[in-house]
C-alpha cells in the first residue's frame, strides 16, 4: 500500500509540476488554463483508476477513456518538449544584442509556434504508428552455420500491445504481412496484448493464422502478467503457439535441426518469488551440437543466454525508445542492447523496435517493425 501511495503521490506531483509550467507560458486567461488542465487530468485518470485501482477496462466508456489519455500524453510529451526548447533560446538569445529581434520574435510568436507544431508533430507520430509496421530485413552472419540453415528466415513479431490503441484490424494487417514473407518459423517475443483474454480475444484472433504451423513460438512479456498470464497461455496454446516457459524444442529445418529456447519475465517474480529467466534451462544442452535460437523479451538476459550456448538472442520490451526525447533515453537505460543488432561475446543479439506501440499511439523517430532475420554462413 505505501508504495501505491508513492506511485499517485509521484505522479501526480509531476502531472502538476508540468501543467503549471506549460500554463504559464504558453496560455492567458482562465478558459485556455481550465482547457489545458482536461488533457492532463485524462492522463492522471488512467493510472489511478485502471493500474492503481485495477479496474478491468470492458465497457466502450473504458476504451474510449484509454484512448484519449494515450493520445494525450502523446501530445503533452511534444508540447512539453518545444515549450522547453522555446525557453532554452529565449534565455540563449536573452542577453546578445545582434539576436535582440529574434529573440524578441521568439518571445512574442514563440507560444503560437510551439502549440502548432507540437499538434504537427503529434500527428506525424501518429500516422506513422497506425501505417505500420514496416518490414525490417535483417542478415546475420553465423560462424560455422550448418548449410541446412544457411537462408533460414524467422519472422519476429514483439511488443504489438494489442489493446485500447492496437486492435484487430492491426493485427490482421500484422498477420497478412507475416504471413506473405514464407517464414521458416515465426517467433512472438512478448508484450502482445495489454489486457484479458475476455476483452482482448477478438483483437488476437488474427494472429492464430499465422504460419507455418507447428512453428509458431512464443514467450512472455511483462504485460502479459499485468493481463494474467495463466490464462493468456491457456489462450495461445489453443492458437497453435508454442509457449516456452524456461523450455526449448526441437525443430527441423531441411534436415539440419535447430533449438529454439525460451525464458520467463522477470515480471513473473512479482508472484512467484522463486521463478526467474532460466537461459540456461532453455538451451537444451543435453541435446548435443546445434544452432541455439534464444527467445528472451527483455534484453538485458544476453550475458547469461551467451554463457548458455546460444547463437542468437531475439528481444525486444525497448521500443527503441517509441518517440523522441525517448529515443534518446532509452540508449542510456537499455544500453549496450537498447535497439538493433549487436553482439555479447560470440552471440548475436538482434533488439526490435517493437511492432505495434504501447500508450501512446506515437512513433516519431523511430518506426513499428515487422523483423525479417536470414541466417548467413560467415
Not at 297 to 306: K, R, V, Y
Request: neutral net charge; glycine residues 10%; charged residues 15%.
Amino acid at each position: 500500500m505505501r508504495s501505491v501511495n508513492s506511485f499517485v503521490a509521484v505522479l501526480t506531483a509531476i502531472l502538476v509540476a508540468a501543467y503549471l509550467y506549460l500554463a504559464w507560458r504558453l496560455t492567458s486567461g482562465p478558459v485556455a488554463r481550465l482547457a489545458l488542465a482536461v488533457p492532463f487530468l485524462l492522463i492522471w485518470i488512467v493510472p489511478l483508476v485502471y493500474w492503481v485501482w485495477d479496474r478491468e477496462s470492458g465497457a466502450w466508456v473504458d476504451e474510449i477513456i484509454h484512448f484519449a489519455s494515450y493520445t494525450c500524453m502523446g501530445w503533452i510529451n511534444f508540447l512539453l518538449v518545444l515549450s522547453l526548447a522555446r525557453d532554452g533560446l529565449l534565455l540563449a538569445t536573452r542577453w546578445t544584442a545582434a539576436l535582440s529581434s529574434f529573440h524578441e520574435s521568439v518571445r512574442s510568436s514563440g507560444g503560437s509556434a510551439v502549440m502548432i507544431g507540437s499538434f504537427v508533430a503529434f500527428g506525424a507520430g501518429l500516422f506513422t504508428a497506425m501505417r505500420g509496421p514496416h518490414i525490417r530485413h535483417v542478415d546475420i552472419p553465423v560462424e560455422g552455420l550448418e548449410p541446412g540453415l544457411d537462408g533460414v528466415r524467422i519472422v519476429q513479431i514483439t511488443d504489438l500491445h494489442i489493446g485500447p490503441t492496437i486492435r484487430e484490424a492491426y493485427v490482421g494487417r500484422v498477420a497478412r504481412m507475416a504471413n506473405a514473407l514464407s517464414a521458416d518459423l515465426v517467433v512472438l517475443t512478448g508484450d502482445i496484448v495489454d489486457g484479458s483474454v475476455a476483452r482482448l480475444a477478438r483483437h488476437v484472433a488474427p494472429l492464430g493464422e499465422l504460419s507455418p504451423a507447428g512453428r509458431v513460438f512464443l514467450v512472455l512479456g511483462n504485460h502479459e502478467y499485468y493481463s494474467g498470464a495463466a490464462e493468456w497461455i491457456e489462450h495461445f496454446k489453443a492458437l497453435n503457439f508454442r509457449v516456452l516457459l524456461n523450455e526449448y524444442h526441437v525443430i527441423s529445418i531441411r534436415g539440419t535441426r535447430m533449438i529454439v529456447g525460451g525464458v520467463l519475465d522477470a515480471a513473473e517474480r512479482a508472484s512467484a518469488p522463486l521463478q526467474r529467466p532460466r537461459p540456461d534451462l532453455a538451451a537444451g544442452l543435453r541435446e548435443g551440437p546445434a544452432f541455439r535460437l534464444l527467445l528472451a523479451h527483455h534484453p538485458n538476459i544476453a550475458p547469461s543466454a551467451e554463457s548458455a550456448g546460444f547463437d542468437l538472442q531475439l528481444s525486444g520490451h525497448t521500443h527503441a525508445g517509441q518517440f523522441f526525447p525517448w529515443t534518446l533515453a532509452v540508449h542510456l537505460v537499455h544500453a549496450p542492447h537498447a535497439a538493433g543488432l549487436a553482439q555479447c561475446g560470440r552471440m548475436w543479439v538482434y533488439v526490435s523496435a517493437g511492432t505495434g506501440t504501447w500508450g501512446p499511439p506515437v512513433r516519431f523517430g523511430t518506426v513499428p517493425e515487422l523483423t525479417l532475420i536470414r541466417l548467413t554462413r560467415r
